[in-house]
């Protein structure tokens, strides 16, 4: 038993003594993450299902286009290369817009693109015609 109190007294002394300050942490550890267990698709951090939630569908797009011929040599001048010009009122989803549609020898083209929707329509409701007259003819 004498030995178990001399033990028990070099403990209580060591604990006495000041501990060596240790060095300061930096807040960037580097340490690998946390594995999250309910990292899973479909489930939230606490492990139950997430609700999904749907969204509506859009309504229809609307477009409606009217279309008119307008002539070149007016709105263009006297030295134009455009066979035919055309005025598109566009009206999608109640918002209006305007598109000129050019047709000369580069071929059918908007104002807003050659890829612009309103260059399909004008092509689809037959109003191009392939031998327009171009520069330099007479009508």
Do not use: W
């Not at 939630?53 to 290369?81: F, M, Q, W």
């Not at 549609?101 to 004008?122: I, K, S």
């Amino acid at each position: 038993m004498a030995k178990v109190k001399q033990v028990a007294a070099l403990k209580a002394a060591k604990g006495s003594a000041k501990p060596a300050p240790t060095p300061a942490r930096s807040s960037a550890k580097m340490t690998a993450p946390k594995r999250d267990r309910a990292a899973r698709p479909g489930t939230r951090r606490n492990g139950r299902k997430a609700s999904l939630v749907r969204a509506k569908p859009s309504p229809p797009v609307e477009e409606v286009v009217r279309i008119r011929e307008l002539d070149p040599r007016d709105k263009c001048g006297a030295g134009t290369t455009v066979r035919q010009l055309f005025r598109v009122d566009g009206r999608s989803n109640g918002l209006a817009q305007v598109h000129l549609v050019f047709h000369d020898r580069h071929g059918l083209y908007c104002e807003h693109g050659p890829g612009c929707y309103v260059v399909e329509a004008v092509r689809k409701n037959g109003m191009v015609r392939m031998n327009s007259v171009g520069r330099g003819t007479q009508q």
